[in-house]
């Protein structure tokens, strides 16, 4: 039985840090592309950031370019958002995504994954 499991969300000022953190079971970690989405309140699902094996070079969302950073860890089974300067637009639920055979033009469309963990709340406020 797949597993994913996310923690690190919390309440941060504009301008903060977090770092989330996804842990996956029940799969062959390194075999499965790893994804990050995320979804505000009224909002449509979102991508955030990806990572395909084939590559191991993350993909990210314009919105989040060049302040969020997806690591993985294989030996642990678990992959990593680092967010900075975070704003209010990025409060959402994030959740952590698998999925398998995600060609690089597909990492957005959360279609593509078949296995979603629970999300963890994140809020940006003052």
């Known amino acids: 039985q797949v597993q994913l499991v996310e923690s690190g969300g919390g309440l941060v000022q504009p301008g903060g840090s977090l770092r989330l953190s996804c842990a996956a079971s029940g799969l062959n970690f390194r075999n499965y592309a790893m994804a990050w989405f995320r979804q505000g309140p009224g909002k449509e699902r979102e991508f955030v950031a990806a990572i395909r094996p084939q590559s191991g070079y993350p993909s990210y969302g314009d919105s989040v370019k060049g302040r969020f950073t997806l690591s993985k860890d294989n030996a642990k089974n678990t992959i990593f958002l680092q967010m900075n300067s975070l704003k209010f637009e990025d409060t959402a639920v994030y959740y952590c995504?698998?999925?398998?055979?995600?060609?690089?033009?597909?990492?957005?469309?959360?279609?593509?994954?078949?296995?979603w963990g629970q999300g963890t709340q994140v809020t940006v406020s003052s």
């Open positions: 995504a698998a999925g398998q055979g995600i060609i690089l033009s597909s990492v957005a469309d959360p279609k593509r994954y078949a296995y």
